[in-house]
Structures are given as structure tokens and as C-alpha cells.
């Protein structure tokens, strides 16, 4: 699966940017998908994630500002992102992944990120 994000951009503090995410092919057998971000000298970390039938968790520094869904229909990943911060400045990334009934990770894609920029 090829992933590739968008959406991204520069906003003022308290502003809103919806990150969208497109998929090659279908999504509905993928088992979770997400959104992580790397912030410059931090490492990646997770910002939300969604499963395949629309349970979603979010990082506890954007609970209730981001909201994640996913269309399986049209292949797409979103992440709607409001009452921004300048430290949720990063770059943002796709994620798919694919699991066996017994848990087992056996797809894990990513997709080129995609800059969000947040002023003070």
C-alpha cells in the first residue's frame, strides 16, 4: 500500500488544519491506521490511531483538539486537527497497518509526512 499525505501547511495558534491521507488500495482489511509526528531532535510518536470498524485513541497531549476518522470506502485517512498549538508543530505521518487473527503485525506502511507549521 502506498500512502500519501496532505493537508499540511502553517497556521496561527488556536487555528485548524484537516490532514488527509490517501491510500493505493483498499483500506477496510488494513486493521488500524494512524497519524504520528516527529517534531526536529524529538523522536516520532504517536498521535492518533483508528481501527479498521472506527474505535479511535488519541495521545493524551491532543485529546480533544484532533479527531481521526477514516472513509474505507474512498481509501482515505483524516485527521482533523483544531485549536492547534505551537507544539504540535512536526511532521506528520500516515500509518497502516495489518495484523493476524493472532495478533501478528504482518503489514506496516508509511507514507512521506507531510509539515505542519503552528505560529505563536
Known amino acids: 500500500v502506498q500512502l500519501q499525505a496532505s493537508g499540511g501547511g502553517t497556521v496561527q495558534a488556536g487555528g485548524s488544519l484537516r490532514l488527509s491521507c490517501s491510500a493505493s488500495?483498499?483500506?477496510?482489511?488494513?486493521?488500524?491506521m494512524g497519524w504520528y509526528r516527529q517534531a526536529p531532535g524529538k523522536q516520532r510518536e504517536l498521535v492518533a490511531t483508528i481501527l479498521r470498524r472506527g474505535s479511535a485513541n488519541y495521545a493524551d497531549s491532543v485529546q480533544g483538539r484532533f479527531t481521526i476518522s477514516r472513509d474505507n470506502d474512498k481509501n482515505m485517512l483524516y485527521l482533523q486537527m483544531n485549536s492547534l498549538k505551537p507544539e504540535d508543530t512536526a511532521v506528520y505521518y500516515c500509518?497502516?497497518?495489518?495484523?493476524?487473527?493472532?495478533?501478528?503485525?504482518?503489514?506496516?506502511?508509511w507514507g512521506k509526512g507531510t509539515q505542519v507549521t503552528v505560529s505563536s
Open positions: 500509518n497502516a497497518e495489518a495484523y493476524t487473527t493472532a495478533g501478528t503485525l504482518i503489514e506496516n506502511y
Open positions: 488500495r483498499r483500506i477496510v482489511a488494513l486493521n488500524a
